[in-house]
């Protein structure tokens, strides 16, 4: 099976912009997750979704953003980027059952650099 | 206090001996408790899972849980120098969808 795929890789923004990230799961898996990954806070949990609906949000500001389409891709959204935007996101497939045996496979992540 | 809390690092440690990573947690409701492998650069690798007190073994690997003490470890056996990395405690309340909370992870070197 093919693993978690996001793109892009690599980006680079200035302050203000917006941007957009895309995920794709495993095959046959129907929940993702995005973290945002900092050297300052570690790995922190933005959302998750299941079948085009957001089940679970972390505390971030409302620039954050996400959405899930049929075929389970997922994308996330940052609107009027800030300096501290800048970090790792990682998105996480899993089958998406409620069960703690759901276990998330993490893609290659999106390095984002805000200047 | 931190919800998952990880031996502070960095752990070095000779080629061949045992690495012993701990961690600690705070909500009791935790049901699910996962080892994730970062290397520098990379993404997390799962390397296991653990859901029930007592240990699980898995190749070099052994995790143990303890509830009752909220306590979550792992054990490397034969510590090989491709086993440096940044390991993550991940744990999990089936009541919380997709969310995994982690600990800020510990270095860990295997020198030769």
């Known amino acids: 099976k093919a693993g978690v795929t996001q793109t892009p890789r690599y980006l680079i923004k200035t302050r203000g912009q917006q941007v957009t990230l895309s995920c794709s799961p495993i095959s046959g898996h129907r929940s993702v997750s995005w973290y945002q990954q900092t050297p300052g806070q570690g790995l922190q949990f933005l959302f998750e979704y299941f079948s085009e609906t957001q089940r679970n949000k972390g505390n971030f500001p409302g620039r954050f953003s996400g959405r899930q389409f049929s075929n389970s891709r997922s994308e996330m959204n940052v609107s009027t980027l800030e300096l501290g935007d800048s970090a790792l996101y990682l998105c996480?497939?899993?089958?998406?059952?409620?069960?703690?045996?759901?276990?998330?496979?993490f893609g290659p992540g999106t390095r984002l650099t805000v200047l | 206090q931190k919800e998952v809390e990880q031996n502070s690092g960095p752990l070095s440690v000779p080629e061949g001996a045992i690495a012993s990573l701990n961690c600690t947690y705070s909500d009791r409701g935790s049901q699910s408790f996962f080892w994730y492998r970062q290397y520098s650069g990379k993404s997390p690798e799962l390397i296991m899972s653990i859901y029930s007190n007592g240990d699980k073994e898995d190749g070099r690997f052994t995790a143990q849980l303890n509830k009752a003490s909220q306590y979550v470890s792992l054990l490397i056996r034969d510590s090989q120098p491709s086993d440096s990395a940044t390991y993550l405690c991940a744990v999990k309340r089936d009541t919380s969808y997709g969310k995994l909370t982690f600990g800020q992870g510990t270095i860990l070197t295997v020198h030769p």
């Open positions: 996480a497939s899993s089958l998406g059952g409620r069960v703690g045996t759901d276990t998330q496979y």
